[in-house]
């Protein structure tokens, strides 16, 4: 089994500032690409950041320059520092992982349970 929990989502006044973490833990071999997506209230769920093993990163247009998408892979974590926040970043932030759990299988796409983060204006 494996599981990602996510933590630092809040409430934040705009142009503030959150820190969002996302460990995985459990059965690991690997872990692939590892990302963060939004979903904001009757909208879609959408790519906000991803980062690959090799700490290439990937940007939704709507954060680049405000958000920073980071990992430490000796402890399995994603970050998503997130600053200059807008009302329209409201939303719940899901975290996502691209796994193997043992050597010679395939990877599986999990997922965090989500943390909300509210921008006030």
């Known amino acids: 089994q494996v599981q990602l929990v996510e933590s630092g989502g809040g409430l934040v006044q705009a142009g503030g500032s959150l820190r969002l973490s996302c460990a995985a833990s459990?059965?690991?071999?690997?872990?692939?690409?590892m990302g963060w997506y939004r979903q904001a209230p009757g909208k879609q769920r959408e790519l906000v950041a991803a980062?690959?093993?090799?700490?290439?990163?990937n940007y939704a247009d709507s954060v680049k320059g405000r958000f920073t998408i980071s990992r430490d892979n000796a402890k399995n974590t994603v970050y998503l520092q997130m600053n200059s926040l807008r009302p329209e970043d409201t939303a719940v932030y899901y975290c996502?992982?691209?796994?193997?759990?043992?050597?010679?299988?395939?990877?599986?796409?999990?997922w965090g349970q989500g943390t909300q983060v509210t921008v006030s204006s």
């Open positions: 996502n992982a691209d796994i193997r759990s043992a050597w010679g299988t395939r990877t599986r796409d999990y």
């Open positions: 459990g059965s690991i071999f690997s872990i692939n690409a």
């Open positions: 980062i690959t093993s090799g700490g290439s990163t």
